[in-house]
């Protein structure tokens, strides 16, 4: 990893005795246990770079995970970012997601993540950048950030909760 992540401003640290709270978000925010369970496997298999929570009235209304790649070394997946359904419209989760690539990029970090790639180029992820990539999964919903312009070309092993071998 080239810099330290701080994350300071992109929400704050998900707390030891919040995690209940969080897989709760998660399966409200996803109808199910899917991505909770996936956090679950990230944390016990030491995966987990950061967790970030933004909380309202008392409660976690939204969630990210960075989790470590297998490969290439040092890169991280955003994976997943949550807002409560009650909390969703309101700019929480575009917020928490270009905060956490401002400051990755601000390290020197790369960053890749795999969904709507229209929500993300809007948080400051490039599916350009991401066209030369290997990838297990669709590299037309992959994204990444990072610094400079270049286009790597990599192969991309998340890590093994994700699944993909």
């Known amino acids: 990893m080239t810099g330290t992540l701080q994350f300071r401003r992109a929400g704050r640290a998900l707390g030891q005795d919040e995690r209940a709270a969080a897989g709760d978000l998660l ?6 246990p899917d991505e909770a369970d996936l956090v679950e496997r990230l944390r016990w298999s030491g995966a987990i770079a950061a967790e970030r929570v933004i909380g309202r009235a008392g409660a976690i209304v939204a969630y990210a995970a960075l989790s ?8 991280l997946a955003l994976a997943p970012v949550a807002v409560d359904p009650g909390w969703q419209r309101r700019g929480l989760g575009i917020g928490l997601v270009r905060a956490l690539v401002r400051e990755a990029r601000a390290a020197g970090q790369t960053v890749v993540v795999l969904g709507d790639p229209v929500f993300y180029r809007r948080a400051g992820f490039s599916g350009w950048r991401a066209g030369a990539l290997v990838s297990p999964y669709p590299i037309s919903h992959t994204l990444i950030a990072r610094p400079g312009r270049d286009r790597p070309r990599v192969r991309l092993d998340y890590a093994a909760a994700f699944g993909d071998g």
Not at 27 to 32: I, L
Not at 68 to 75: D, L, S, V
């Open 27 to 32: 399966r409200r925010a996803f109808a199910g």
């Open 68 to 75: 470590r790649m297998a490969a290439p070394e040092g890169w």
